[in-house]
């Protein structure tokens, strides 16, 4: 993903550094195999506290709980490794490349290495909407608004039938690791863009990779089309930003002068748009938000005017606005309240996004801040980063715009109660590297990023090293790191699945004939959809019958599905969210079976699948 | 078949906006050094602008006009 710096463009013309630095002199730096024995030593750590976990064995605080001590000392140690190469001069890109890989796959790769399964409700639901279009090479009209957007699933139907694999799943648990690692690469290469190939960059790299807990890299248009947008971000401050992100305009007098050519070269620049058209078209046809954020994004460097080519916002918008119109007809027609009704309506979309998610037990309440917290910190740090440039003479507008862009999305809608998390996560690159400028800061003794010509702002020297300096930026991408591992995996009592889970959900795919219903408790805690999409109904009670947990037995009867799933999963759901007890999902399923009404047909492990006997409710 | 007809106007008002995108993008290369150096667009770039901003107005008025006669 990184890009070699284009032809006739010469790197940021950074002064060398003017205060020697004690931590990194020569006596005082680490040796050369110390750093990676260092790292090394993290990775065995995660290895052997490693173990697998079931959804029976967590609580509301999600997966940190069940982690042993050994895995969780894996991630300040790998930390204290990638400080201390960041303290050496010069530091080994490849060593913090190799460290960066291991950071993507402990935190990244936690739960796909210590669950059974793939997890969360929707990308089981994916499988299956993929499933539908490899099957009857289409999309399915009027069942869900995704389908409105089919190319993320078209792209998984053509590559299952090329693969001659009969369905999406095998690519389901794997699926985190891998797009949060693409995204890294893709946060890699814009901040080397923005900020030199420097600490400053690669601060900006690990700040990202530590503080993404919106968990939207499970496999989901979401997560693809989220490259797709870095990769254009990358490629646009590249080659047609003038003079660079973090690089402040020229002045002449008290006015800004014309901006000067980006240095790249003309059929460079024509490649790069084409790329990005090519982008765009594939983000309208995938994903409803991304596309727009994007032009929002790009709009903001055409109005700070840094964008070489002005039009290149309208060229990501039109191709999203003309799907709609055409492509997502099935989306609009009959709900177009769902695209405008909020629009405005800022006091829904904090009630929806923030203050209707402060439901359930202590633990997910514990859970809730933390990931509020990491929200707040991360916001703080970037202010300061903002701060620090500004005092140093870095007036580069564009950067704190767009960290605080994407939080236009909250006058426009509530995106589901989602709306927050989409902010952060598409303010996420910017912040970060704002946190990164300020972290550098810290660390100090070199000219700040964007520091291109000699003057007052890079001939200022950094404050002296000091041990406290260092220990700061640990403890604080300690802190990052580990919480968002608390926050990803938060969830996991009833995101989680166990593979006796998901045979019982095949187990009702392969006795229910076409048109039967199958059911469970809530959306949220099933491993439901990934098959027969659009030939059985298969939903969830709470959504017809939203007081289930009051009395889950009448609910049932009421709903009489035709095959009922009861999973430890949806157990724990109902004791974190409703406060009931544990066990109330069997003791449910022993109601139904004794009035008569079901009887059990598949039973593992928790995992039970009922049917409705015949000449029953 | 109104609706025949707005899908057909969106369809060629999409391809008129790529064309004339692909002509600025040319034409603002060559032009670059004029660019560059006074901040000012030549004419037949300024046309070019003008003419995608009328496009692109009338390409968003269809589509509006497109959901509205549909919906109601």
Redesign the interface.
């Known amino acids: 993903m990184e890009l070699a710096p284009p032809r006739g463009r010469r790197e940021p013309e950074l002064l060398p550094p003017t205060t020697v630095v004690r931590a990194g002199s020569p006596r005082r730096r680490p040796r050369g195999l110390a750093v990676p024995a260092l790292a090394a030593g993290a990775a065995l750590l995660w290895l052997l506290g490693l173990h697998p976990v079931l959804p029976t064995e967590l609580g509301s605080l999600g997966l940190i709980a069940a982690l042993s001590p050994a895995t969780l000392l894996a991630y300040p140690v790998l930390l204290a490794a990638v400080v201390l190469e960041l303290l050496r001069r010069p530091f080994r890109p490849r060593v913090l490349a190799a460290m960066t890989a291991l950071g993507v796959v402990m935190v990244y790769g936690l739960q796909p290495a210590s669950e059974q399964t793939a997890r969360i409700t929707v990308s089981w639901l994916h499988t299956g909407f993929a499933g539908y279009i490899a099957d009857n090479g289409q999309a399915l009209q009027g069942f869900d608004a995704r389908f409105s957007w089919p190319g993320f699933f078209s792209l998984i139907a053509f590559l299952t039938k090329a693969a001659g694999q009969p369905d999406a799943s095998g690519l389901l648990q794997w699926a985190p690791m891998i797009l949060a690692g693409l995204a890294v690469l893709g946060m890699r290469a814009l901040a080397v863009t923005v900020l030199g190939d420097g600490r400053a960059a690669w601060l900006a790299t690990w700040v990202f990779l530590l503080s993404e807990w919106t968990e939207q890299d499970y496999f989901s248009p979401q997560a693809t089309t989220y490259i797709l947008m870095l990769a254009t971000l990358a490629l646009t401050a590249r080659y047609l930003v003038r003079p660079g992100l973090a690089v402040p305009l020229p002045f002449r007098g008290r006015s800004p002068r014309p901006p000067p050519m980006p240095r790249s070269l003309p059929r460079e620049r024509l490649a790069v748009q084409g790329l990005i058209v090519l982008f765009a078209l594939a983000l309208a046809v995938s994903h409803q938000l991304t596309s727009l954020l994007l032009f929002g994004l790009l709009l903001v460097l055409a109005l700070t005017r840094r964008l070489w080519s002005d039009w290149l916002p309208w060229l990501v918008l039109v191709p999203a606005l003309v799907w709609f119109a055409l492509g997502a007809k099935d989306f609009w027609w009959g709900q177009l309240h769902l695209v405008i009704g909020g629009l405005g309506k800022v006091g829904s979309s904090v009630d929806e996004g923030f203050t209707d998610r402060f439901v359930g037990d202590a633990g997910r309440t514990a859970i809730l801040v933390v990931r509020v917290g990491l929200t707040i910190a991360v916001g703080t740090l970037a202010a300061a980063g903002w701060w620090t440039r500004r005092r140093r003479g870095l007036r580069a507008a564009p950067l704190p715009l767009l960290a605080i862009a994407p939080l236009v999305l909250v006058v426009l809608q509530s995106y589901g109660g989602e709306v927050f998390v989409r902010c952060y996560l598409f303010a996420l690159p910017f912040a970060a590297i704002l946190v990164a400028s300020w972290l550098d800061s810290v660390l100090g003794t070199r000219p700040a990023p964007g520091a291109v010509r000699a003057g007052p702002a890079s001939v200022r020297t950094g404050p002296r090293l000091t041990r406290a300096r260092v220990v700061t930026v640990g403890v604080i991408l300690t802190l990052l790191g580990v919480g968002t591992v608390v926050a990803r995996g938060g969830n996991d009592a009833y995101t989680s699945f166990s593979r006796t889970d998901v045979a019982a959900v095949a187990e009702a795919y392969r006795l229910a004939r076409p048109g039967q219903t199958i059911s469970g408790i809530s959306t949220d805690a099933l491993p439901l959809g990934f098959s027969r999409i659009g030939v059985d109904p298969q939903s969830a009670l709470a959504v017809r019958c939203p007081s289930y947990f009051a009395d889950p037995r009448a609910c049932v009867l009421q709903e009489v599905p035709d095959y009922f799933l009861v999973t430890p999963s949806e157990d724990n759901y109902g004791r974190i969210y409703y406060g009931l007890p544990a066990g109330w999902t069997t003791a449910l399923a022993g109601d139904l079976v004794h009035d008569g009404k079901y009887r059990v047909v598949f039973d593992e492990n928790g995992s039970k699948l009922l049917t409705r006997v015949p000449g029953g409710p | 078949m109104t609706e025949m007809f707005l899908?057909i106007l969106?369809?060629a008002l999409?391809g008129a906006?790529a064309v004339l995108?692909t002509v600025?993008?040319?034409v603002?290369?060559r032009g670059?050094a004029t660019?560059?150096a006074?901040?000012v667009r030549p004419p037949l770039l300024r046309r070019l602008d003008w003419t995608?901003v009328t496009v692109?107005l009338v390409?968003?008025a269809a589509?509006v006009v497109?959901?509205v006669t549909?919906?109601s």
């Open positions: 899908v969106i369809l999409t906006f995108m600025r993008a040319v603002v290369e670059r660019l560059a006074r901040g995608g692109t390409l968003f589509v497109l959901i549909t919906v």
